[in-house]
């Protein structure tokens, strides 16, 4: 599949991205749950983190169904019955 960025697919950019961001919003929770810290600042972080691996999840299932959909509409072709 190829796109606008060359020879490289769409998806396989985002998903390169999505684990990058995934990965280092898991660094950030087990840093804080393997160091103790038990701070304010600390217990934001790692909301921000879940919400943030919460919204990754539900913006890449609502990609690929778009995706599809949009794909499934333009192959759809408009023949006339034969009855």
């Known amino acids: 599949m190829k796109d ?16 990058i961001v995934s990965g280092f919003c898991m660094a950030i929770i087990f840093f804080i749950l ?4 038990d ?3 600390a217990e ?10 919460a ?4 913006s890449y299932v609502f990609g690929a169904t778009w995706e599809d959909i949009s794909k499934n509409k333009s192959n759809e072709t408009n023949y006339p ?3």
């Not at 393997?34 to 810290?37: A, F, N, R």
């Open 39 to 41: 701070t304010k600042p």
């Open 4 to 19: 606008r960025n060359g020879n490289k697919s769409s998806w396989r950019v985002r998903r390169k991205f999505m684990f």
């Open 81 to 83: 019955d034969i009855n």
């Open 44 to 53: 934001s972080a790692m909301t921000m983190s879940f919400v943030c691996l």
């Open 34 to 37: 393997y160091s103790g810290i």
């Open 55 to 58: 919204s990754i999840v539900s």
